[in-house]
């Protein structure tokens, strides 16, 4: 089935630890998103890539990164550089072009920095 | 970007309509106004989205005032199950052709028994 698949689900790491979130999708979408999100808050942009091999800063780019080199990943790195890096990742994937650009979300990727 | 403004949270009983509202008055023309909803620890789903002209799909009902300031989504006859935040949002199409989508704080709908 199509879809978007986040791993791991859970992830512990020690403070000063790098740590790369995996996202494949395979339903053919130009465009992939990273969002993170805090305890009863809503969804902020990370990272987005509308092509391979681009990708643009979102709302809170600063102790993240990303790359985009095949069209069905769109991996994140959280870096020593973040300071809270405790939350949960979700990934998102849409048509680039099209009327609807609707979002497909993963089951996301909940990061605890211990 | 335009931005949306939502209620924090709303009651709605069993088998009643839930009318969630939104503004985004500083929408503009080729902005599209998306709802998701986002059930504890998942990922958000999709509901339904519009640009000028009400719509309807099996899940809910997206009303657009004239003025395009905003909306109101409708559950028809609200379950359980449709306890969950609900986001109202704008897409900005960039010159790239691609789509910016950014979340505000939403409304956490509770539907009581």
């Known amino acids: 089935d199509g879809g978007i698949t986040q791993s791991p689900k859970y992830l512990f790491r020690k403070e000063g630890q790098n740590v790369t979130l995996s996202c494949e999708q395979n339903l053919n979408h130009d465009a992939m998103y990273w969002y993170r999100q805090d305890p009863g808050q809503g969804l902020r942009l990370i990272y987005y890539s509308q092509i391979v091999n681009d990708f643009q800063k979102g709302d809170i780019a600063e102790g993240y990164s990303v790359s985009r080199e095949k069209k069905e990943s769109f991996p994140l790195t959280v870096t020593s550089a973040q300071k809270n890096p405790t939350a949960f990742y979700l990934c998102a994937s849409s048509p680039r072009t099209g009327r609807t650009g609707e979002l497909f979300f993963g089951e996301g990727s909940r990061l605890t920095v211990l | 970007d335009a931005k949306t403004t939502q209620p924090p949270s709303m009651d709605c009983a069993e088998g009643r309509a839930a009318n969630l509202p939104c503004n985004h008055s500083?929408?503009?023309?080729?902005?599209?106004v998306y709802w998701y909803r986002q059930i504890h620890s998942q990922g958000p789903q999709y509901i339904i989205h519009g640009l000028k002209n009400n719509e309807t799909n099996e899940m809910a009902s997206l009303i657009i005032t004239e003025d395009r300031k905003s909306s109101t989504l409708i559950l028809p006859h609200a379950t359980l199950r449709d306890t969950a935040v609900y986001y109202c949002i704008v897409r900005v199409r960039e010159d790239t052709g691609g789509f910016k989508t950014i979340f505000g704080a939403g409304t956490r709908l509770f539907v009581k028994a």
């Open positions: 500083t929408i503009s023309g080729n902005e599209y």
